[in-house]
């Protein structure tokens, strides 16, 4: 079946440092690729999307590449800021009724 | 309405009771999902509902749980008989379309049964 394995948490930086959250994946067929971000007492909230290998998802400043070769899709910010902090999950979508699988979510936590 | 709304935000249950969630999604959107989020554990897929149907019931961890849709609009997930393994976050998402990756998901309903 589907699985998504993700970066242990939690993750704590300092502001305007460098962040890597790693996932892979395993998965029949050719999923799409996703990750989701929770802020405190909020629902998830998609962050940034792939459909297809090589493709790179970005959106404020997240980026994100799906790697057919290594069923990977590592999360990137070169500068984060303390309203980064949150929980994140990687999470591939497949299946006829597209339902999610999800890995168990890194918390981010970002100081000034 | 804006975005998916759930009921209740908290529910404290004794073990034994039946408790009920619900999920208003989003009008027009066809497609809902309910998940659950266990302590220190990414999110289950539990059913989904396209319209009032529900294709997918694959992922509801046992009999004690059901859900139905009405008037292809508010969901809702029964659990009976909770048990202190039911204690997580239940999330509903919905979706414009089957096939359609842009879900919304509501806040949650954080369930403890003691």
């Known amino acids: 079946g589907n699985s998504v394995t993700q970066m242990e948490g939690p993750v704590t930086l300092s502001e305007e440092a460098f962040l890597t959250i790693n996932c892979t994946y395993t998965a029949t067929g050719y999923p799409s690729l996703f990750w989701y971000v929770q802020y405190p007492g909020e629902g998830l909230q998609l962050l940034l999307k792939a459909t297809k290998a090589d493709d790179k998802g970005s959106n404020k400043g997240f980026e994100a590449t799906y790697r057919k070769e290594t069923t990977s899709f590592h999360l990137e910010k070169g500068s984060v800021q303390v309203s980064d902090s949150a929980v994140y999950f990687c999470?591939?979508?497949?299946?006829?009724?597209?339902?999610?699988?999800f890995g168990s979510g890194t918390q981010l936590t970002v100081l000034p | 309405g804006a975005g998916v709304s759930q009921s209740p935000s908290n529910k404290v249950t004794e073990k034994g009771k039946d408790v009920e969630l619900r999920c208003d999604p989003i009008?027009?959107?066809?497609?809902l999902y309910w998940y659950r989020q266990s302590l220190g554990q990414g999110l289950e897929f539990l059913i989904y509902f396209q319209g009032n149907s529900a294709p997918d019931k694959s992922g509801l961890p046992s009999d004690r749980f059901s859900a139905e849709r009405t008037g292809g609009s508010v969901s809702t997930l029964t659990i009976q008989r909770t048990q202190q393994e039911d204690s997580a976050v239940y999330l509903c998402?919905?979706?414009?379309?089957?096939?359609?990756?842009?879900?919304?998901f509501g806040s949650g309903t954080r369930l403890t049964v003691v």
């Open positions: 998402a919905s979706s414009l379309a089957r096939g359609d990756y842009g879900y919304t």
């Open positions: 999470a591939l979508g497949s299946g006829s009724a597209r339902q999610l699988t």
């Open positions: 009008s027009g959107h066809t497609a």
